[in-house]
C-alpha cells in the first residue's frame, strides 16, 4: 500500500508539472516501473530555483505560503483546497494527542501571514471545539502576556525562543498575584518553529510545572511529528514516507516524500534535518533533531564545521547550557569563528579559556587546522546577546561582514 502511494505522488507529479517531467525524462527514469532509489532527491535550492515549475498545473491553487528564510532564501509553496485540509487533519492529530479538547483556550503566538502554521492550529482548535486566540508574531511580549492573563489562557504555542523571553519576564514580574496567576493558568506549552534545547525545556517545566510538548515540521511540509517531554519526536507516518541517509557517527540526513501535497509536490525532498534515529515504534519512526545540514562554517581548505558539532563540544564543558551562536568572520587571512553561549553558570574565564584551547578536538578536520594558525576562535559564555532575525528566531551560524 505504502508502495503504491509513492507510485501515485511521483505519476502526478509527472504528468503535472515542468520539473518532475523534464528531471525524470532527462534521467531516462520510467516512471511507471522505476524504483524507489532510481528517483533523484530534491534539494531545497531547487525547491527555490524552480517553484513555479514544481507547482502543479491543473490543480486548483488556492494559497500561496512561504517559509521565513532563516536559514536560506524563503521556499514558494502552492497549496491546493485538498492540500490544506489534509494539513488540518494532521495538526488534529497532533492536538488530540497533545490532549486539547472543547475546555481549552489556546493562545497561539504563531506566524499567520504567507506562513500556514498559525491557520493550521487555528482550524485543528476549531474542529476540536477549543478557544483559539490567534496572537501571530507581531505583538510584544508584554502585550502577550497581557492577553493570555486576560482570556484565561491554559496553552501556549509559541516559540522557544519567544517562551523564554515569556519566562525572563514574569520572573521579574513585581506583584506576587499577578505572576502567581499566569503560572497557574498554564497547564500546557506547545513549542515549534525551532530547535528545543534540553536544558531550556526543563527549565521551562520547571517553572510553569507545565507539560512541554515540541512540534516537528516545516513551511515546506507542514506538520511532521511531535516529542512530548523531551522523548524522542514520532513522526507521522500517515501522509508521509520517510528516508534515512547514514552520514556516519549514528548522524542521518532525513529525506520526506509527501504523499499528499499536489499543490508543491515534494519527493525524496532534503529537507535540510540532521538527526539521531531510534528506530520504530508503534509502526512510527522515533528520532531527535540535532541540527541542519546548512548550519556550518566553511574554513581553510573546505573544512567544514557544523554547529552540531560544537554543540556536543560544548556539552564537555557546560552540561547544561541554554543555548549557543556562531558568528564568523573573515578578516585578511584569518578566519574569526566567535562562539556566543548562554548559561545559568556566571561568566568562567577558565571555562572559556579550556573551551578556545581544546576546540580542535571537535572534529578530525578541525585538528588538522591546528598548526596552520589562520583559525582564530573566542568563546564568550554569558557576554552578548545572540543576534535575532526580525522574526525573533534564532540562528545558529552568522556570517559577519
Known amino acids: 500500500m505504502r508502495k503504491d502511494k509513492f507510485r501515485e505522488i511521483v505519476l502526478y507529479a509527472y504528468y503535472n508539472t515542468e520539473y518532475y517531467r523534464k528531471i525524470y525524462d ?98 485543528g482548535c476549531k474542529q476540536i471545539g477549543a478557544m483559539s486566540i490567534p496572537g501571530g508574531l507581531g505583538l510584544s511580549d508584554d502585550k502577550m502576556l497581557e492577553l493570555i492573563l486576560y482570556y484565561e489562557a491554559n496553552i501556549i504555542m509559541t516559540a522557544p525562543s519567544r517562551m523564554k523571553r515569556l519566562t525572563d519576564i514574569v520572573k521579574k514580574e513585581k506583584m506576587d498575584s499577578r505572576r502567581e496567576k499566569i503560572i497557574s493558568l498554564v497547564d500546557k506549552i506547545v513549542l515549534a518553529g525551532e530547535p528545543l534545547e534540553e536544558y531550556d525545556r526543563k527549565e521551562l517545566q520547571r517553572f510553569w510545572n ?50 499528499y501535497h499536489k499543490g508543491t509536490p515534494l519527493i525524496k525532498y532534503k529537507i535540510g534535518d540532521l538527526v539521531k534515529y531510534y528506530g520504530k515504534k508503534e509502526g512510527s519512526h522515533l528520532v531527535k533533531v540535532i541540527g541542519k545540514n546548512m548550519d556550518y562554517i566553511k574554513l581553510y581548505d573546505g573544512v567544514k564545521l557544523y554547529a552540531y558539532q560544537i554543540s556536543e563540544y560544548i556539552k564537555n564543558y557546560i552540561p547544561e547550557f541554554s543555548g549557543f551562536q556562531i558568528l564568523y568572520k573573515k578578516e585578511e587571512y584569518i578566519d574569526v569563528v566567535t562562539v556566543l553561549i548562554k548559561s545559568n553558570c556566571v561568566q568562567d574565564k577558565e571555562i572559556e579559556k579550556c573551551l578556545e584551547e581544546n576546540v580542535w578536538n571537535a572534529s578530525i578536520d578541525l585538528d588538522a587546522l591546528r598548526t596552520i594558525g589562520n583559525t582564530k576562535f573566542q568563546f564568550l559564555v554569558n557576554k552578548e546577546d545572540f543576534i535575532m532575525t526580525r522574526r525573533g528566531k534564532t540562528p545558529k551560524v552568522v556570517y559577519l561582514k
Do not use: W
Open 26 to 123: 532527462e534521467k531516462r527514469i520510467n516512471v511507471e516501473s522505476a524504483g524507489k532509489d532510481s528517483f533523484p532527491y530534491l534539494t531545497q535550492l531547487e525547491l527555490i530555483e524552480n517553484a513555479k515549475k514544481i507547482k502543479a498545473r491543473d490543480e486548483n491553487i488556492f494559497r500561496v505560503s512561504s517559509s521565513s528564510g532563516t536559514t536560506n532564501h524563503p521556499k514558494t509553496l502552492y497549496r491546493t483546497q485538498e492540500d490544506f485540509d489534509y494539513s488540518v487533519k494532521l495538526m488534529r492529530k497532533l492536538l488530540d494527542d497533545t490532549g486539547i479538547t472543547n475546555k481549552d483556550i489556546v493562545y497561539i503566538g504563531q506566524p499567520f501571514d504567507l506562513a500556514s502554521f498559525g491557520y493550521l492550529v487555528l482550524e
Open 210 to 259: 507545565s507539560t512541554i510538548f515540541n512540534y516537528y515540521g516545516s513551511e515546506e511540509t507542514d506538520s511532521l511529528g511531535m516529542a512530548k517531554d523531551g522523548e524522542c519526536i514520532k513522526l507521522l507516518d500517515e501522509g508521509f514516507e520517510f528516508e534515512f541517509i547514514d552520514l556516519g557517527n549514528e548522524i542521518y540526513e532525513l529525506i520526506i516524500t509527501s504523499l
